[in-house]
């Protein structure tokens, strides 16, 4: 643990976080959440995807700002490179989350960091999704992610850190376990 002579701020307000646990331990309906994202195709493989609302705690919430996210494929896949590709932003998804995790559960064990870096790397065989060889999965074959982390921690607690974060983790679970995905076209 880290030395509690001075106060630890990450950023992170925990009391916050465990008032919420504790209301929605309370009120277990109000922890349904629905997250919404909306994707515009803009031209060849460019989209564009925003996200303004959410509903959670009984009811819709906007963000402070309309978020938007362009995604395109490289030149290489005779694209025009206008954005990060879709696989990319799963591993943004996954870094943040993770990250957010890091943060809250520092704050929480006490243990002040000085920077963290989170290094993802998702390899992929692109047959698959050229349709090549129909037996390549078109997804990644595995995903590594490295921290550096310079914190006030032993490298035990560092570890015990990163392994709570990961198991907290939504965007995490997503990656890790099959979701359930429904397609609808109008």
């Known amino acids: ?20 646990r504790k209301a929605l331990t309370d009120a277990p309906e109000a922890a349904q959440f629905q997250w919404r ?4 195709w803009v031209k060849g493989t460019h989209s564009l995807s925003t996200v303004e609302g959410y509903f959670g705690l009984g009811e819709e919430h906007m963000h ?10 490289p030149a290489v896949f005779a694209s025009e490179d206008n954005g990060a590709t879709p696989v990319e932003l799963v591993l943004v998804g996954l870094a943040s989350c993770l ?5 809250a559960v520092a704050q929480q064990r006490e243990i002040q960091l000085r920077s963290v870096t989170a290094t993802l790397e998702g ?3 692109i047959q698959g999704i050229l349709a090549i060889d129909k037996d ?10 490295h921290f550096d982390i310079d914190a006030d921690a032993s490298p ?18 997503v990656v890790a376990n099959p979701t359930n995905i429904t397609v609808s076209v109008n």
Do not use: P, W
Request: net charge negative.
């Open 1 to 20: 643990m880290a030395d509690t002579s001075t106060k630890v701020d990450n950023g992170v307000n925990v009391a916050a976080l465990l008032d919420a």
């Open 37 to 40: 994202a909306t994707c515009t």
């Open 64 to 73: 402070k700002t309309k978020f938007t996210f362009d995604a395109d494929h």
């Open 99 to 103: 990250m957010a995790g890091v943060a």
């Open 123 to 125: 390899g992929m065989n």
């Open 136 to 145: 390549v999965r078109n997804g990644f074959d595995g995903i590594k992610v």
């Open 156 to 173: 035990e607690d560092l570890e015990a850190l990163v392994a709570r974060s990961q198991k907290l983790s939504a965007v995490y679970d």
